[in-house]
Structures are given as C-alpha cells and as structure tokens.
C-alpha cells in the first residue's frame, strides 16, 4: 500500500516489461518525470522537450479507462496530431500531474519515434 503523498503506478516500457512504482503527489511531478526518475526509458530518448509539450517523446497510452485524467490541451492536442504511433488512448506524459485521484494508473510507453 502506498504511502501518504504516494500513489501506485504501473508503466510497461517500451520493451514490455511492466514496473510497479510509487511516484509523489506532493511534488508537482508529471509522468514523464516518473518515468525519468525510475528510468524506465534510455536517456535522451524521452521528455526530449523538457515537457513542454513540443516532441512527444513522452507519448503514452493509457490503460486505465476510469480515472479523471486532465483534460488535454490545445498544445498536447496538437503535439499528438504530428506525432508517430498515436492510438485513441495516446496522452503526453509531461501533461499528466501525479494526483491522488491517478492512483492505480496503468500505462504503456509509446514505440520510440524517429529522431533526426
């Protein structure tokens, strides 16, 4: 069971291996900082734009269909329309903050896109 401030996470990297972790609701942190901070992606292959929601390389898809996630904005929006392997779950990592009401989120990294 998760701590206070915690909540409990499963990510599927982009290998298919499935981790369990604990990430922070009192910290500000976004998913693709989670991700980062666990290292469940190669350095430099993910939250390429800082998480300004400008690469996607943070790209996910969710897999739990009954939590309140943000809403996505205009900028994600458009982020996702250009970007490679989007699917109707697809998020942007770094525009999903840990809350509380995200307990038991289920996620799978996004294939890598091509990059220059």
């Known amino acids: 069971m998760a701590e206070e401030n915690t ?37 430099g292959t993910i939250g390429i734009c800082g998480g300004m929601a400008m690469c996607a390389s943070c790209q996910c898809y969710i897999e739990t269909e009954d939590l ?17 392997f989007v699917e109707d779950n697809s998020r942007l990592g770094c525009q999903i903050y840990m809350k509380d009401k995200l307990n038991g989120l289920k996620v799978t990294l996004a294939p890598e896109s091509e990059v220059e």
Do not use: C, W
């Not at 409990?8 to 982009?14: C, K, P, Q």
């Open 7 to 43: 909540i409990t996470l499963t990510i599927t990297d982009r290998e298919g291996e499935t981790h369990e972790v604990e990430a922070p609701t009192d910290m500000n942190m976004n998913l693709m900082e989670v991700i980062r901070s666990y290292e469940l992606a190669p350095e």
């Open 68 to 84: 309140p996630l943000p809403k996505m904005s205009e900028d994600e929006e458009d982020m996702l329309d250009q970007a490679f």
